[in-house]
């Protein structure tokens, strides 16, 4: 499984667009990357998938470089209850999705 | 709300008892996940079910078990409990597995005293 790493913490005002980065050196060809968001005692959320180029939702847009070797969530104009951990993960879609859950980012938006 | 519901939601036990822990997926999912969060970690993937059969397997002790019922319920079974299975185990289902995303429930928090 690919491991990937992430930033430990970030802060960041209210209104501003958060960047989180994540890279997955070792990712394989038919791996999808995969973003979750967790707050306080309660299950990830899925917040948005891509394979590749960019991928945008509702939420939040995620952009793929060419080599697939780190990935980008980018959250615009975050408010507070955005404060949350981000999980990056990516799995093969051989039939079964084992997830490896890292630290993921523990983000704080500030008033 | 995910759509996945797991109950209980708190569960209080002792050291050396046994407890079920129970999962109903998301309708037409057929894939179910269990996890294991202790404080301050993060998720650990236990085992993977689909359709029934066991898929996938993780970190998951000896001393727990899981199966998956033809109506698609899930039930994690813990037995021999130690103070450090003291944890949030959350359940998640998906439509097939692979790539599809999963959709976690809120968990059961079980203390062992």
């Known amino acids: 499984l690919a491991k990937t790493t992430q930033p430990i913490s970030m802060d960041s005002y209210e209104g501003q667009e958060v960047n989180i980065t994540c890279s997955h050196n070792?990712?394989?060809?038919?791996?999808?990357i995969t973003w979750y968001q967790q707050f306080p005692s309660q299950g990830p959320r899925f917040i948005i998938q891509?394979?590749?180029t960019k991928v945008t939702n509702e939420v939040a847009s995620l952009f793929i470089p060419a080599d697939r070797k780190s990935s980008t969530l980018s959250l615009p104009r975050v408010s507070l209850s955005d404060t949350a951990v981000y999980y990056c993960l990516v799995g093969d879609g051989a039939g079964s999705y084992q997830l490896t859950f890292g630290k993921g980012t523990k983000l704080s938006v500030i008033p | 709300d995910s759509g996945v519901t797991q109950t209980p939601k708190h569960l209080i036990t002792a050291t050396g008892q046994r407890v079920t822990l129970r999962c109903s997926p998301r309708?037409?999912?057929?894939?179910v996940y269990w996890y294991q969060q202790s404080l301050d970690q993060g998720l650990q993937f236990l085992i993977q079910?689909?359709?029934?059969?066991?898929?996938a397997k993780g970190n998951i002790l000896e001393r727990f078990s899981a199966q998956q019922f033809p109506d698609l319920h899930s039930e994690l079974n813990l037995s021999s409990l130690e103070l450090g299975d003291s944890a949030l185990y959350f359940c998640a289902s998906s439509k097939t597995g692979g790539n599809q995303p999963q959709h976690f429930g809120d968990g059961t928090r079980l203390s062992i005293l």
């Open positions: 891509g394979y590749k």
């Open positions: 079910y689909y359709n029934g059969e066991e898929r």
């Open positions: 070792n990712i394989a060809t038919n791996d999808y």
């Open positions: 309708s037409g999912d057929l894939s």
